[in-house]
């Protein structure tokens, strides 16, 4: 990892006036010459850095403003205030030099021309992109072979299929090897054996271009492989930026414990130990998840051995999914203590 | 290939995606054409001449607008307000490419695509309607050359104003229609503006619509004087000039206001 940050956000902050409609007829009749308007702070004092190489995870609610911030850092949305830096450049100044450097894929944006295959944005961004034949070449078939979409890249865009469809869109981002990438919901839509085949792909571009990528992601697998640092935006606001492992020690209270007996036992013995999720009866192996206080959880699961004729057991984090609703659940609590206070 | 041919390429070939599309666009411009051309020869049946034009130059006229609005007021991006309130100038904005060349060569292909017809399809109603042919001086050829670019560059500023209302609303509906009205009536496309009662006629050189056809036909059919040639002129460069800066004005604040819809 180089010494430089590649991405440097200070300060960052988006506002947006939005048009508040009263509601029913006589409001849209109103609204005619009579309209008021609320500031929504999308993005408020955001400052982070990012290094050469780095996967960064974005993570936050709708609205939260994951989005707003990659489409400042792409140039898209000119900041309310604060400065962006990336790869030397202010992403606002729109300088080809820097354009040449970057991609944005966004998951529910096509830059795909619909009623053409595929192959011919491919040479569409060739041109546009001014890359060598020789190189086009040799990275068009390297992307193709990794995601493994020969026979469709000539077949029109409209009668690909969604993942088929992903697939070429990252082609057509990445053929200019961009050092930065910004992926916002890559993932979206596409069935779990689709998504794996991505992720992996990601993390091989990752580690073969030594690319800067952000991503964001509903689906907290994509953010537990890929990235080893998250942020977490909440409201506008950066509420988290760390190791995705100190967000769980954080605020993981709980661990999971699975169990399986050799004999059958009953419910009402096993909840003294803790909260039992799942419970199944089969007559000879009986199975059951409990969640235990994280601190306490060894313990827990070493009397369990002691007092029951236990089979096998594992313990486990729970689901990240569930830790980040704890930290959204944190962070409400903390800002209606400080507005109650 | 330069990225501007390349995009030049590309818009062909979109174009030409569906052929039944292909045929029924020419087919209807076909079809406006025959119209106009044979009101005006249905109503000249009974008079040489009226409107102080002659049958023949009369059919002339509409048969020069005709080809000249194919290549002056056709535009490709009348769909460029949802481009802009939809967000998906995003996926142009974020590549290295100038956003007006871009917009222009798209223009480029469009309006190459309709003279290519429009000229096979004036073969055809050449034979049907058999219009004079006028032996143009070559300096009044030039000059209407000119002005067909001043009036392709008009065309594209003002899609472009349009277009440039989807950073505040996506409808530009409502406008655009005016616009067309005008264009219809003004532009000189179904009758010539010099019918038209004198007081008129002298408002309507103020606009910039006589410049999108009626201008340039009147130039070939040696119609002008060299006054209403210089005057011409500077009113097209003036229309240009200030068309041009409302289009550089609205684009840079509609740029930074630019809300980026949609994920």
């Known amino acids: 990892m ?7 956000v200070n300060h960052l902050s988006k506002h947006f006036k939005v048009y508040q409609k009263q509601p029913g007829l006589m409001g849209s009749i109103v609204s005619l010459w009579s309209r008021s308007y609320e500031t929504i ?56 030099a820097y354009q040449k450097q970057f991609s944005l894929v966004m998951g529910q944006k096509n830059q795909l021309w619909w009623d053409l295959p595929a192959m ?40 690909l299929s969604l993942g088929q469809r992903m697939k070429c869109e990252l082609i057509a981002a990445l053929l200019h090897k961009p050092k930065v990438l910004f992926l916002d919901e890559p993932t979206i839509g596409l069935d779990v054996v689709m998504q794996k085949t991505l992720r992996d792909f990601i993390k091989e571009y990752n580690q073969q271009f030594n690319a800067t990528i952000i991503l964001t992601s509903h ?23 760390g190791a995705l492992q100190d967000i769980i020690d954080k605020y993981a209270r709980n661990k999971i414990l699975s169990l399986v007996f050799s004999k059958p036992i009953t419910r009402k013995e096993l909840a003294r130990f803790g909260t039992i999720t799942e419970f199944s009866e089969d007559g000879t192996n009986d199975t059951a ?25 594992t313990i486990e984090e729970p689901p990240i999914d569930a830790i980040i609703r704890e930290v959204f659940k944190d962070q409400n609590r903390a800002s209606q203590h400080h507005e109650q206070s | 290939m330069n990225k501007y041919l390349a995009l030049l390429s590309i818009s062909w ?14 087919f209807r411009q076909l079809l406006s054409s025959f119209f106009s051309l044979s009101i005006w020869t249905i109503l000249y049946q009974n008079s040489e001449a009226s409107f102080g034009y002659s049958q023949s130059q009369m059919i002339s006229y509409i048969f020069i607008t ?42 480029t292909a469009d309006k190459a695509k309709n003279l290519f017809f429009a000229l096979l399809e004036s073969c055809l109603l050449f034979f049907v309607f058999k219009p004079q042919l006028f032996s143009v001086m070559p300096i009044h050829f030039l000059i209407s050359i000119f002005w067909i670019f001043g009036g392709i560059t008009i065309t594209f500023f003002i899609s472009l104003l349009f277009g440039a209302i989807g950073f505040w609303s996506p409808e530009s509906w409502g406008p655009r229609f005016l616009f067309f009205t ?20 002298q408002l309507v050189w103020l606009t910039p619509f006589p410049f999108l056809s009626y201008a340039q036909s009147q130039l070939l059919l040696n119609r002008l004087s060299s006054t209403e040639i210089i005057s011409g002129c500077l009113g097209l460069s003036l229309w240009i000039l200030l068309l041009g800066l409302a289009t550089k004005y609205f684009w840079r604040v509609g740029l930074k206001d630019y809300a980026a819809q949609g994920q």
Not at chain 1, 66 to 87: E, H, I
Not at chain 1, 151 to 159: A, H, P, Y
Not at chain 2, 183 to 201: A, T, Y
């Open chain 1, 41 to 96: 702070h999308a993005v408020e004092d955001i400052s982070f850095t990012i290094h050469a190489g780095e996967i960064v995870g974005f993570i936050g609610q709708n609205g939260a403003g994951k989005t707003t911030t990659l489409k400042m850092l792409s140039g898209l949305l000119f900041p309310s205030s604060g400065s962006v830096d990336v790869l030397g450049f202010n992403p606002w100044d729109r300088k080809p």
């Open chain 1, 2 to 8: 180089s010494e430089e940050p590649i991405i440097s």
């Open chain 1, 289 to 313: 998840t409990i969640v235990v206080p994280r601190k306490e959880s060894t313990k827990i699961a070493a009397s369990i051995m002691t007092k029951f004729p236990v089979q096998d057991v």
């Open chain 2, 66 to 107: 005709g080809i000249i609005q194919n290549v002056v007021i056709t535009t490709s991006l009348n769909g460029l307000t949802s481009t802009i309130y939809s967000g998906q100038l995003s996926l142009l904005l974020i590549k290295p490419i100038g956003l007006f060349k871009a917009f222009a060569m798209e223009e």
């Open chain 1, 120 to 159: 011919e944005t491919f040479l569409l961004n060739q041109a546009i992109y001014e890359i060598p034949n020789l190189e086009f070449k040799q990275t068009l078939n390297q992307l193709i072979e990794l995601l493994d979409v020969s026979s469709v890249v000539n077949v029109q865009v409209r009668k």
């Open chain 2, 13 to 26: 070939q979109n174009g030409f995606a569906y052929r039944a599309s292909v045929f029924l666009w020419r």
């Open chain 2, 182 to 201: 005008f264009i219809n009536f003004l532009g000189g496309k179904f009758f010539p503006l010099d019918i038209l009662p004198n007081l008129i006629h």
């Open chain 1, 219 to 241: 689906y907290m697998g994509d953010v537990k492989e890929l990235c080893k640092r998250t942020i977490i935006i909440d409201k506008g606001k950066k509420v988290f930026d």
